[in-house]
């Protein structure tokens, strides 16, 4: 065997309560602007890393199939990052195993891209803490950044002027939140959305007037939110996530052309979630890049919102709650 033994790393999808839409550097995965989100304790992904000496070139399985096409591509190009840092040589095997519908709107590729840093440092023994993990994991995903923390977490965007922006903009753990928050995710659909979020951002930020008014909207969101957080208040952290998602949306749906994740299914959901204000229930909505809507809402309320979202949708639903940081796993 000339195979190495295999670092095998899982990592948890992220829900972001105040958005990541727009990079200011494509290459660095640098953002506008600071995000917050709450990983999650559902849909793991579990990436096992493997050097082979011996291979010409990198192979990477998903889901048990063999990685083709940008799957593949971004895989690599993330591998050769590693590699490049490491001052290794070695081609790897990558096996990567999803608990979450790919390009579903929930985030696979924070998870993924969180386990595969975690797992692929390990495996080239690139030393770091998770300050840099969570810098190494942006490089494939911005998302990934916040998924290599547990609880809520915020991305810090970094000073546009920092001698090395590379270095400036990661993300770390909110270590003073009091809050003790669920998702209920109504799934509308499962299959891979039409315009990548990658390719949706870069047009919304080129092409969508109202786009400036929304990230300034975050920069203040967030102050807000993590205040909120500080307090355990429910209210206002579900009002400024939801607040926050719908303008995301409002700015991508005013790009030209239009990009459009929001379906006819994703609105009746929205109606369910403002009625159940109107009756009292702490609820609030938020969406990402695809139709699924996810209600935020304090830990105790989750059950009977969900059992309300299946009966008046019909659609899977999935309550999430607070899940931990990426780590490392023993082998099979
Ligand atoms: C977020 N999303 O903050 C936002 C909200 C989707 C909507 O981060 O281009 O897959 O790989 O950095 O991380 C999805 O974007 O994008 C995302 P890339 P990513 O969660």
Redesign the pocket.
């Known amino acids: 065997m000339t195979v190495s033994e295999p670092a095998v790393a899982v990592a948890h999808p ?3 309560l ?4 727009g ?1 200011r550097d ?1 290459d660095l ?1 640098l ?1 506008f602007a600071d ?1 917050l ?1 709450m990983t999650l304790d559902v849909f793991p992904t579990t990436t096992a890393v493997r050097l082979d000496p011996a291979a010409g070139a990198d192979h990477v399985v998903m889901d048990g199939a063999v990685a083709r096409g940008e799957v593949l591509h ?1 895989t690599v190009r993330f591998l050769e990052l590693v590699r490049e840092r490491a001052g290794r040589r070695e081609r790897a095997v990558v096996d990567t195993r999803n608990t979450v519908p790919v390009g579903a ?1 929930l ?1 696979s ?2 998870s993924g ?1 969180a386990a595969l840093a975690l797992a692929a440092a390990h495996a080239y023994g690139l030393p770091g803490d998770s300050r840099a993990l969570s810098r190494l994991a ?1 490089r ?7 998924s290599v923390f547990g609880g809520f977490v915020v ?1 810090q965007a970094g000073t546009p002027d920092a001698p090395d922006p590379d270095q400036d903009s990661y993300a770390e753990p909110v270590t003073d939140a009091r809050l003790d928050a669920a998702l209920v995710a109504v799934v509308l659909e499962s299959g891979p959305k039409p315009v ?3 390719e949706a ?1 870069r047009h919304t930020v080129a092409t969508a007037a109202p786009y400036r008014d929304w990230l300034a909207d975050c920069r203040a969101a967030l102050v807000r939110m993590r205040e909120a957080l500080r307090g355990g208040d429910m209210t206002t952290v579900g009002e400024i996530a939801e607040h926050n ?1 719908l303008g ?1 949306h409002a700015a991508m749906e005013a790009a030209r052309p239009a990009v459009r994740y929001r379906t006819a299914a994703s609105d009746a959901v929205l109606g369910h979630v403002r009625a159940l204000r109107e009756e009292g229930v702490g609820a609030w909505a938020t ?4 139709p699924n809507v996810k209600v935020l809402c304090a830990g105790a309320d989750a059950g009977r919102i969900a059992d309300r979202m299946r009966a008046v949708t019909g659609a899977p639903v999935v309550v999430a709650r607070s899940g931990p940081g990426a780590g490392l796993r023993a082998e099979d």
Do not use: C, H, L, T
């Open positions: 992220n829900i972001a105040v958005k990541y839409w990079k494509e995965v953002p995000s989100s971004r709107g985030a590729s924070a891209f942006r494939g995903s911005g998302s990934a950044a916040r991305w990548s979020s990658r951002m998602a995301m969406m990402d890049a695809g």
